[in-house]
């Protein structure tokens, strides 16, 4: 709450110098006699007139001049008033004046604060045009008390704290979910990750986990009505110098994914934006012929932790703008 109310003190901070402004620039000899004598004593006498007189004011104003920060409500010399029954018309204008001014700060801040935000800086969200999914609201597990962030100061192991299930993208909306990934609890045992790859590969492949310190597995999965089945697995390690060994091995093909045997590696086509710190990013797409799907899927390394994130098609690649909300979106999670 503290930080809506933020804006609000500073445009009245912020409207301040624009009313001296405003009155400086009102004080012609004449005026500054007419604004002194309206503000003497006498002049409460008179309150019930001096708000009628004030309701009256802001429709005669130039929208235009009353809402421009460089001339905010300025009072022609011509117009100026000469004669006492005036006296509560000027004061009006110069409170109306500030008032304006007050609450076209406040509502330029506001629409700064949403405009900024673009649409395309916003990957969870999705609109009919760009085709991405729609996900609910994603946040970050809550940290076991005292327990440091994965990429904190004194984490020298860069280990991820929070509940690992919690720390996998959840099904986007209209998502029918993949039973096989359900696992116990929500852990899945390693038999399950190593059907991802193929067969000949799974037995070494399992091995080399258990040797390089596999702690935990966590997954989801689901299929969207267009046919696209995405998977996406969580493996945490003893640490952050095991998971970078681990990486390097599975983005050199020690292990494909089962279908995709022959996958290139892509090295462009994502935006710099779309980065996200203390993680890195192997994106790889099935080579043609395609067989019976076809595959993207990327390494995300973050810490303790590799993410696997696998998007098939049915006999066409799954679009390129899912797979890349998918990807980003568990990175975040990560990072």
Known sequence: MSE???????????????????RQLAETP????????????????????????????????????????????????????????????????????????VFGVIGAATAYGVTEQKRTDLPGLATESDGRWTFPAIEKPPLPDGSPAPFADGNDSETHYADLRKLVLPLPRGATPDKALAGKDGWLPTSVYLDAYEKEARQDLGQQLKDDGLRQTAACGWTTPDGTHTRIYALRFTSAAF??????????????????P?????????????????????VFTEAKPYGRTAVRYAYIEAGDVIALVIQSGKAALPPRITFQQTVVLQSQLLG
């Open 243 to 260: 998971t970078r060994i681990v990486h390097a091995d599975l983005t050199d093909n020690v292990a494909s994914p089962a279908d995709a």
């Open 4 to 22: 809506t109310l933020q804006p609000a003190e500073e445009s009245r901070q912020a409207a301040t110098p624009q009313l001296a402004e405003t």
């Open 262 to 282: 022959y996958a290139d590696e892509e090295y462009g086509g994502w935006a710099e934006k779309v980065n996200v710190q203390y993680t890195k990013r192997n």
């Open 30 to 101: 004449q005026q500054a006699e007419t604004l002194q004598q309206a503000e003497t004593p006498q002049q409460s006498e008179e309150p019930q007139q001096q708000d009628a007189a004030a309701a009256d004011i802001p429709r005669q104003q130039d929208p235009v001049a009353a809402g421009s920060p460089q001339q905010p409500g300025r009072v022609p010399a011509e117009e100026a008033p000469h004669a006492p029954k005036d006296r509560r018309v000027l004061r009006a204008v110069l409170r109306w004046t500030a008032a304006v001014a």
